[in-house]
Structure formats: C-alpha cells, structure tokens
C-alpha cells in the first residue's frame, strides 16, 4: 500500500526529538562560533540566548555570520550596528577566527583563519572525514520502511523517486552514527490483485506461455490494467472479482498456486531493480502475513474502545482526536490497510528490538492515514509507539502530459526509464556499457534527489544527462577530472605540512578552500532534516568552483608549495565529491 512519491521532513521540531538526544557534533567550526558568540552575548548584556549563525549566500562576506544584532535593538535600546560592534568587541580571539567585519544594516560576519582551513583541507585530502552525530533516541536505532511497489504491478517513476530517496536517507543516518535497519513493505493482497488474476484467468494465454522475466511482467500490467477497466464497467465482472479477492484472503487453493506463481514473478522483477539501482532489504513485510494479525488487533482496539462498530464496519472515530474517521475492518469482515497496518506496526517494533523511530517514505496522500493508525498505535501501547513513528512525505514524479496512473495503463515504467537514459547517454558521450549503466542510475537519482522531497518533479532527460548542468553525470565528469590530475601527478605530491607560505590564496583557490570545509555540516543537516537535497546541492556548488579553479589556474604546472596546495584541494574535491555522491546511493567511476 505505501508506494508512489511523497513530501520532505520539516525538520526538528515536527521530529518532537527529545533535546539529549540532537545534534552531537564533533568540535566543528559553527559550534566553537557559537560558542564564543554566546559568550559575547552575555558580556554586552543580552543574557543566555542562542544566535542565529549561517553562512553567507556570498562567500565574500564570510565564511558564517549572525543576525542576532537586528533582534536586539528593543532588549539593549540600541542600534544595530552599535551593537554589533559591541558583539566584535566582546568576541573572544581564537585561532579559528582571523578577522570580524561588521555589515549594515547590523550583520556579524567571521572569517576562518586561512591556516584552519589549509589543515582541514589537508585531512579531507587523506580522507579524514569525521559526520556529526545525529541520534533520534538512546538506542540509536532506526528503521527506514521504503520503495513499496506492491506485486503485480509496475515499479515505474515514482517508485524509483522513493528507493532513491529511501536509500539515501539510510546511508546519510548512517554517516550521522545510527544503526539503520531497511524495510519495505508490500502490498500482495487486495483488489489490485484480484484484478490482475481475474483478467489472466479470463484471458486467452496461458501464463506458461511467458518464458523471459520482461514477458511476465509486461503481461502482468496489461492484464491488471485490462481487470481495472472491466471492474468499472460492468457489474457482474465486479462482483466475480470481489469473490477472488475474498479467496485470496481465506487462501483458497483454486486461486493461490495462480496468486503464487505470479507474486513470484513481481518479487524476481523487483530484486532485479534493487540490485541495479544499489538498494537491498533487511527484511520484506507482505500485507498477506498481516491479515489474521491486523483483524485480531482491531479486535484488541475494540474491546478497548478504541475503535467501534459502523455500519457493519469497525471504524476509529477520529472526530474527539481531531482526525479522520477511518475503516479498520470492513462490512465483509477483511481488514482495511489500517488494520494490517497495526500488525505490522507490531512485527516491525519487536523484529528488530526497541527502535528509536520507524520513517515510512510515503507519498502526501496517506497523511491521513498515517496521522489516525499512529495515534491508534499509540493508544494500544503508548511506551512501545509514543513518538517513535513517522511519515516522511516525499511528492509525485509528474509526466509532462499530467499524473500517471497504472489504472489507466500510462505508467512509465523504472527500468524502461533507467534504459533509456542509459541509451542517450551512450549516443551523446559513446562510452561503454559499465560505464553508460553507472552515469544512467547516477542521473534518475540525481534528478530525483537535488529537488526538496516537498517539491513535485517532472523527469526531464536532457537536463538529468547533462555535463554542463546541474546533473549527476556533471558531478561524476568532475570527479573523473579530479582523478586525471591526480594520476598524472602520482608520486608527486609532497608531504610537507606546510603546503604554502602565506595566506595569499587567489580567488579560484579560496573559493575551494572555503567550500570543502561545509561538508560535514551539510551532512549533518542532512541528516537532521531528512534532506538528501542538501548534499546534492552542496556537491554542484562545490563542483562548479573546481571546475572554474581547474580552468584559471594551472595545477600541474604549479610549482612547489602552491602545486602542493592545488593537489590538494584537488585530492580533498575528490574525497568529498566521492563521499558525497555514496551518500546519495551514486557510485562513482574513474574515466568516461
């Protein structure tokens, strides 16, 4: 049931994470900042509070810079500017910050020391990377319950935004400290199902006609899309699929070897696609292992008075809770997704021991449905559920011509998509298989993660293909470039600690410098956000400013400590463009 695409994180505070449990980082820059800036807050009199501290959109102004003057003026009756200057004043001097400038109408701006982020350039460049912590709970454990394609059907677009989405949240939790556990949750029951197997029943071919893997599933889609239409149609179809749907769920013998053989067929196809596109599973849940469970706790929920009976159903009325009301267990005595979605709660929560939080990436449209079987949960068993469950909302994957829809048959299929690109890639850049397969996952994924989870996409193949564009074959030719220079330069590069003499860096080579030292935050924020969006967007600024370094200033032809100093920030690009691109599920290659 839970497929499609859906909607972003909002972040911390709809998280509700408990304050011992946020953000552990190691001593970043931002942290000893604020630090520091705290201290100078309470000496100009402003108290205990904590400042804002951002880096600026322009780099020119710094590497990070704080607001907090323009919201003081009415507590210090003063105005900003003065007490700005009040804030440079007080600030501590440390060997992290080398200068304070002060920027109307009343911003605080910092500028790193140089030789801080020559060293810290240098430790990228050896691949001494260290991630913030970012814990959700004591147990440091999380389940991530991603991709849903439900059997005999399709895994098309939307599907490939979700397992990209589902898997680049996993290793950025990961990096972040946590024990991830991968789930995935399917539908193999249901009206779906019964539509499909109605139509092969019914249909002129038999199925051991279909040999190749390819064949199943093409036949699998027409034939649910052929059922779906003949269910809206005509009566008596409708009622003779109902009757096999209610013989899947009783397991009757004269439909499941059909029901079997066929879900097989899905199962195959699916692992098929998460092999190519670099996702596995800790464990499968089917709603089918649930129907027993779900209706014997709603039974549980009833006599609790948690749910009640309605019109021959059993609902939760959400209206004293301020929610939906929704069916648990119909008129015909089969449980709903919200009943089964009690069972799985239960199995999922005592499968893998005490979970910190469970995040089901799903799209906008079961917020309802979320928000009413959380709060039952929650009920049922408030010190296993309370706050530990939560819908990541992630947005549709849009055609140009409007929604898809496997109804209606129009679906666009994910390995014809991922084929397909793979195929314009090799006809713009003639490059081999391995490669043309590695660039073609690389742009899906990258389309589909450099947009905000909130936002809605319309998959466009030349801008996901590009090298001159915000794409992830752009990231992975300026990776390949990284390692061209660094080939030629091996064995080359010195070890001295002192890797230039002054703090003269032009332009090009500040800007890179400047850059580098943001990617443990951005991950860090990543992870606290559930914004994989963030670190895409990081890697194509950084990107950009090497590629303009790379054009404007030579590197081989460098000499001594400055050639030193170019290495590595040519090393450190590639450390973290390779990082980077791992955490969104991207492999890297080294030529195209």
């Known amino acids: 049931m839970h497929y499609y695409c859906m ?26 900042i604020k630090k520091n800036l705290a201290a100078a807050l309470v000496k100009i009199g402003a108290g205990n509070i904590d400042a804002d501290l951002e ?137 779906h199902i019964a539509k499909c197997l109605y139509q092969i029943r019914n249909s002129q071919s038999a199925i051991s006609n279909y040999k190749s893997l390819n064949d199943k599933i093409k036949f699998l889609g027409e034939a649910y899309a052929k059922g779906q239409q003949t269910y809206e149609t005509n009566e008596k179809t409708k009622q003779e699929i109902l009757d096999i749907n209610r013989m899947i769920y009783e397991q009757d013998p004269k439909i499941m070897k059909l029901w079997k053989e066929t879900r097989q067929w899905s199962l195959e196809y699916y692992e098929e696609i998460y092999r190519r596109v670099g996702s596995h599973f800790d464990r ?117 011509s409007g929604k898809m829809s496997s109804r209606e048959g129009n679906v666009i299929e994910g390995n014809w998509l991922l084929d397909e690109t793979k195929r314009k890639i090799q006809e713009s850049y003639k490059c081999d298989d391995m490669v043309a397969e590695t660039l073609a996952v690389a742009a899906v994924k990258y389309s589909f993660l450099k947009t905000g989870t909130e936002n809605q996409i319309a998959f466009d193949f030349n801008e996901s293909i590009s090298l001159e564009g915000n794409s992830g074959p752009y990231l992975l030719y300026t990776y390949v470039r990284t390692q061209s220079v660094l080939k030629k330069a091996v064995n080359q590069v010195s070890h001295d600690r002192d890797l230039i003499g002054n703090n003269d860096l032009n332009t090009e080579e500040s800007d890179v410098l400047r850059t580098l030292y943001h990617f443990p935050e951005i991950v860090g924020k990543a992870a606290a956000n559930f914004a994989p969006n963030l670190i895409a967007n990081y890697l194509y600024d950084l990107a950009q400013k090497f590629n303009l370094f790379y054009q404007k200033q030579p590197i081989l032809k460098a000499k001594g400590k400055t050639r030193n100093l170019r290495l590595t920030l040519t090393r450190a690009t590639a450390n973290v463009l390779k990082n980077g691109l791992y955490l969104l599920g991207i492999n890297t290659v080294d030529k195209m």
């Open 55 to 191: 880096h600026p959109a322009n780099s020119r102004f710094g590497d990070y810079s704080t607001s907090i003057a323009l919201k003081l003026t009415k507590q210090l009756k003063k105005n900003p500017l003065e007490i700005a200057q009040m804030i440079a004043d007080n600030f501590p001097k440390i060997d992290l910050v080398a200068k304070i400038d002060i920027v109307k109408p009343g911003f605080v701006n910092f500028w790193l020391a140089t030789d801080y982020l020559i060293n810290d350039t240098r430790n990228i460049a050896e691949e001494n990377i260290t991630y913030p912590k970012f814990y959700l709970g004591k147990e440091h454990k999380i389940m991530v319950e991603f991709a849903h394609p439900n059997t005999h059907k399709l895994f098309h677009i939307g599907h490939l935004r979700n397992i990209s989405t589902g898997e680049a949240i996993v290793r950025i939790l990961e990096a972040a400290g946590n024990k991830v556990i991968r789930t995935n949750y399917q539908g193999d029951v249901g009206l």
């Open 7 to 32: 909607k972003a994180s909002s972040g911390l505070q709809e998280l509700n994470i408990r304050p011992d449990f946020m953000l552990s980082y190691k001593a970043m820059e931002k942290d000893k």
């Open 284 to 400: 499968l849940y089917f709603e089918s292992e649930l129907t027993k469970r779900g209706i014997e706790l709603c039974r549980q929920a009833q006599d609790m008075g948690l749910l009640e009976k309605s019109q021959g159903a059993i609902v939760f009325n959400g209206k004293k809770y301020g929610l939906d009301t929704r069916v648990f267990i119909n008129s015909l005595g089969l449980p709903t997704y919200e009943g089964k979605e009690l069972a799985l709660a239960e199995k999922e929560f005592s499968d893998f021991d005490e979970l910190d939080k469970n995040i089901h990436v799903v799209t906008p449209e079961q917020k309802s449905f979320f928000n009413v079987t959380f709060k039952v949960e929650q009920l049922l068993d408030p010190k296993k559920y309370d706050n530990k469950q939560y819908h990541l909302v992630y947005e549709w994957v849009n055609l140009r």
